[in-house]
């Protein structure tokens, strides 16, 4: 797949995402990081020398391409702070991601994050840190020489999704509501990790328009969505399931509401989730995956 920066406008970016307006559980909990690993961690000790790249989004929209798996990161964090920028509507409001390619530690407003977890999004200061290792070693299968790229992809607009999240409100409304409600703190989380799925399926959608979605991506896509499934990581750690653990959905949830935004295209898609929220669906969702890992695991 070749990236490149889209400037189409949406009509319905003007009400980013339902969810800033759900009352008590309203969105998902967060955080001032998020991690697709779940472990970024403000750890301290190593004070290990950050090796990065910051990227912002660059003054032309040509071609991007990409020769390794470096590149194709940097690549990507600079096509999406364009294409989030000129789909926002009030270009006043956009703040660019500052995008950190990592193969050390790298340290953020929220603390240190760590070269071999997940990547993670700071909020405070609108930091990403994708770290090389995870893209290459840990259930993306990445190569160096930009294997897996579709994966590579929707991992990075995954994150993307939050930084979005963040300039619309949508993660303080999450962390008014998990004050309001502890006790859902995980099934919040859920819901805007799953909104954030979506919002990577919007971008995706457009290069699809262009022409840039080639045989096996999408494969690729639900493959990744599927490995990173909190019922997929439980059943492949072995253990007992709880739902009430799941912070970012099952594998199930993840594919569909990928492909919610991937279908339509339509950013306000991206909250129909707080209606499973409120009616409970949700829940009996995430317990139903529980179940499955539970009955897969036991003799």
Same mark, same amino acid.
């Given at each position: 797949?070749? &990236?490149?920066?889209?400037?189409?406008?949406?009509?319905?970016?003007?009400?980013?995402?339902?969810?800033?307006?759900?009352?008590?559980?309203?969105?998902?909990?967060?955080?001032?990081?998020?991690?697709?690993?779940?472990?970024?961690?403000?750890?301290?000790?190593?004070?290990?020398?950050?090796?990065?790249?910051?990227?912002?989004?660059?003054?032309?929209?040509?071609?991007?391409?990409?020769?390794?798996?470096?590149?194709?990161? @940097?690549?990507?964090?600079?096509?999406?702070?364009?294409?989030?920028?000129?789909?926002?509507?009030?270009?006043?409001?956009?703040?660019?991601?500052?995008?950190?390619?990592?193969?050390?530690?790298?340290?953020?407003?929220?603390?240190?994050?760590?070269?071999?977890?997940?990547?993670?999004?700071?909020?405070?200061?609108?930091?990403?840190? +994708?770290?090389?290792? &995870? &893209?290459?070693?840990?259930?993306?299968?990445?190569?160096?020489?930009?294997?897996?790229?579709?994966?590579?992809?929707?991992?990075?607009?995954?994150? &993307?999704?939050?930084?979005?999240?963040?300039?619309?409100?949508?993660?303080?409304?999450?962390?008014?509501?998990?004050?309001?409600?502890?006790?859902?703190?995980?099934?919040?989380?859920?819901?805007?990790?799953?909104?954030?799925?979506?919002?990577?399926?919007?971008?995706?959608?457009?290069?699809?328009?262009?022409?840039?979605?080639?045989?096996?991506?999408?494969?690729?896509?639900?493959?990744?969505? @599927?490995?990173?499934?909190?019922?997929?990581?439980?059943?492949?750690?072995?253990?007992?399931?709880?739902?009430?653990?799941?912070?970012?959905?099952?594998?199930?949830?993840r594919e569909y509401w990928f492909a919610q935004?991937?279908? @339509?295209?339509?950013?306000?898609?991206?909250?129909?989730?707080?209606?499973?929220?409120?009616?409970?669906?949700?829940?009996?969702? +995430?317990?139903?995956?529980?179940?499955?890992?539970?009955?897969?695991?036991?003799?």
């Amino acid at each position: 797949m070749i &990236f490149r920066s889209r400037t189409r406008t949406l009509a319905t970016a003007g009400a980013v995402l339902a969810l800033a307006t759900i009352p008590l559980t309203g969105c998902g909990g967060s955080d001032s990081s998020s991690s697709a690993d779940t472990s970024a961690a403000a750890a301290a000790g190593s004070g290990a020398d950050t090796t990065a790249v910051d990227t912002a989004a660059p003054d032309d929209t040509s071609i991007i391409r990409y020769a390794d798996l470096r590149d194709q990161l @940097t690549s990507l964090g600079a096509e999406l702070n364009i294409f989030w920028k000129a789909n926002l509507g009030d270009a006043g409001t956009w703040k660019d991601s500052v995008v950190k390619v990592v193969e050390t530690p790298s340290q953020t407003a929220c603390g240190q994050i760590d070269a071999d977890t997940g990547p993670a999004y700071c909020e405070p200061d609108a930091t990403m840190v +994708l770290p090389i290792a &995870f &893209f290459r070693d840990r259930l993306i299968g990445a190569t160096d020489q930009g294997g897996n790229d579709a994966a590579v992809a929707a991992v990075v607009a995954h994150e &993307f999704g939050h930084h979005v999240q963040a300039l619309s409100g949508i993660l303080e409304a999450t962390r008014e509501a998990v004050a309001d409600n502890p006790d859902a703190a995980n099934l919040l989380s859920v819901a805007k990790e799953l909104s954030a799925d979506c919002l990577m399926g919007v971008w995706m959608s457009t290069a699809r328009d262009e022409g840039r979605i080639e045989d096996g991506d999408i494969e690729e896509v639900l493959g990744a969505l @599927t490995r990173i499934g909190d019922d997929s990581l439980t059943a492949d750690a072995g253990q007992v399931a709880d739902a009430a653990t799941f912070d970012h959905g099952t594998s199930a949830q993840r594919e569909y509401w990928f492909a919610q935004g991937y279908d @339509t295209g339509d950013v306000e898609k991206c909250g129909d989730m707080t209606d499973d929220l409120l009616d409970g669906t949700l829940e009996k969702e +995430l317990n139903a995956g529980a179940d499955a890992v539970n009955s897969s695991t036991t003799p």
